[in-house]
């Protein structure tokens, strides 16, 4: 990617997510979609536009069916505020990344709790008669008593 499609990606990412919270009244999107990441073509013919979208499965198809159907708006908007020959067509895409993280920091909890349930409980903890932090010392020197 060329720096100029770099900040080309950039802008488009800050300005999209701007539209989408301010100036797309879609009752199918309950809460803002999270734009993560913009690629555009070096040829400026597309522009990948990746977000993540909160809320249950149907809710996710139902915002991410609105945004693919307000990107003619959403481009239009995009060429009032950037002066370039040729606007990007904007494809919308489900950001499968974000949704890994959330599985597999799940999987690591699971693991985590799944070990702490097979450790065995250690000797100190299981009888309450033995002191915590016995002083060797003192039960071998008399004069420290």
Known sequence: MSRRTERLASAFQREIATIIMRELH???????????????????ST???YVTIMGTPGEQSAAFHALQHS?????????????IRQMPYIRFHIDQGARREVEMLELLHKIELE?????????ADSDPSSPQNPDPD??????KT
Do not use: C, N, Y
């Open 115 to 123: 070990r702490q349930a097979q450790q065995p409980p250690s000797p």
């Open 26 to 44: 879609d009752p199918r999107i309950k809460l803002s979609p999270s734009v993560t990441r913009v690629k555009v073509a070096e040829d400026l």
């Open 47 to 49: 522009a990948d536009v």
């Open 71 to 83: 990107a003619g708006m959403i481009r239009s908007r995009l060429a009032k505020d950037f002066d």
């Open 138 to 143: 003192s039960a071998t020197d008399p004069s």
